[in-house]
């Protein structure tokens, strides 16, 4: 008798669970994040004082019933995703040694494979790898005006978990650029990495 009651309450968790398994899959994504990078150039390697991003993008689903009732695998295509950080550095100027301030700003573009996991009502798991082509400039104004940049090869692979429209992600950037000088003193390749922890919106 305790085996079939357990067996019967088994059955009913299970019975609940597959009820709630939906298809509520969120495909449109807008990303507020914080990040933290660095850059290693020349045997120099700089850490940023600030930065931030916004993204937007949408993710394509390859198929339209999900699998096993809650995993869709998908493609992520990123239209827009504007990166800002600031940096402090020594520079050598006229004077002598002095602080340096580089303000960095890059615009990629994102895509690659995802996979949405929807395992109960609202809950959305999301994990991705994308490719980044990306545009980074870095500018500074003292002690001598200096503007480098370059197209750079860049990754991304993260994740997120969001409850309705709203949830949380992090993820991890990096790649290389070889800047070209614009004004000021030369520049040279550098390597680029990062973490971002974000705020996200996720639509339908």
Sequence with gaps: MKKILILGIAFLLTAAAAAAQGTDFHRKYRNFSWSQNTMASGGDKQKSELGFAFTSGRTYFLHGKPIAGMLKVGIDATWAD??????????LGEDGPADAYWHQLEYSLQVGPSVALNPVGKLNVNAYFRYAPTFSLRYS?????????????????????????????????????????????????????????????RFK
Excluded: Q
Excluded at 153 to 159: D, E, K, S, W, Y
Excluded at 161 to 179: L, M
């Design 141 to 201: 104004a003292k002690p001598d005006a200096a503007l480098a940049g370059n197209y750079a090869t860049l990754f991304v692979t993260g994740g997120m978990v969001s409850w309705g429209i709203i949830g949380i992600g992090a993820e991890y950037r990096f790649g290389s650029c070889s800047y070209r000088n614009f004004i000021g003193e030369s520049a040279s390749p550098a390597d680029m990495s990062g973490f971002r922890a974000f705020i996200t919106l």
């Design 82 to 91: 504007i990166n800002y950080t600031k940096y402090e550095d020594i520079r």
